[in-house]
C-alpha cells in the first residue's frame, strides 16, 4: 500500500517534506546520522527478522542495492520491535551491506509514526520524502518508488 499523507495527523514525516532526524547505534556498533547520506537518494526501512514479510523482502532489498549502485542508492535499516542477536545473525546469514540502526525504546518507530513492519521511506537527495510503502514490496513498487528519489 502506497501512503501518500502523514500516517498519523500532527505526527511523523510528511511526503514532500524533510524527514525527520534519524540518528543512532548499528548493529556493528558504529554512529550512524541520516543526514550524512544527503546528497544520495536513500531508503529507510523499518524492520525485523521476527517479521515474515520483513524476511521475505531482503533479498530484493540486496539485489536493488546492487542494482542502484552506480545511482548512489543508500539503505538504512532500522531494528524495529526485535533484540539485536537474532537481527545480527539474519544480516550476517544474508550478508546484507546495509546499516541497520537500533531502537531500542522505540524512539525512531515513534518519531517516524511506524505503525506496521516492514515500512520503507524513500527518500530524495535532499533529504524530502516521496513515498512511503507500509508493508513489503515487490520489485515494481520498488521501482516505482526509487524513479521518484534518483534524481
Given at each position: 500500500m502506497l501512503i501518500v499523507a502523514r500516517l498519523a495527523e500532527g505526527t511523523?514525516?510528511?511526503?514532500?517534506?524533510?524527514?525527520?532526524?534519524?540518528?543512532?547505534?548499528?548493529?556493528?556498533?558504529?554512529?550512524?546520522?541520516?543526514a550524512n547520506l544527503r546528497g544520495r537518494p536513500v531508503v529507510v526501512n523499518f524492520w525485523g527478522p521476527s517479521c515474515?514479510?520483513?524476511?521475505?523482502?531482503?533479498?530484493?532489498?540486496?539485489?536493488m542495492l546492487a542494482?542502484?549502485?552506480?545511482?548512489?542508492?543508500?539503505?538504512?535499516?532500522?531494528?524495529?520491535?526485535?533484540?539485536?542477536?537474532?537481527?545480527?545473525?539474519?544480516?550476517?546469514?544474508y550478508g546484507a551491506s546495509w546499516p541497520t540502526v537500533v531502537d531500542p525504546d522505540a524512539a525512531i518507530k515513534r518519531a517516524w509514526s511506524v505503525v506496521a513492519r516492514p515500512t520503507s521511506f524513500f527518500i530524495d537527495r535532499d533529504g524530502v520524502l516521496r513515498s512511503i510503502q507500509i508493508g513489503e514490496f515487490r520489485e515494481p513498487d520498488f521501482e516505482r518508488q526509487f524513479a521518484r528519489i534518483r534524481q
Open positions: 511523523g514525516p510528511s511526503v514532500g517534506q524533510v524527514v525527520p532526524r534519524l540518528g543512532g547505534t548499528t548493529l556493528d556498533g558504529a554512529a550512524l546520522d541520516l515474515i514479510p520483513c524476511r521475505d523482502e531482503f533479498p530484493l532489498m540486496i539485489a542494482e542502484h549502485e552506480a545511482d548512489g542508492l543508500a539503505i538504512v535499516g532500522v531494528l524495529t520491535d526485535d533484540p539485536e542477536e537474532p537481527a545480527r545473525a539474519f544480516v550476517s546469514e
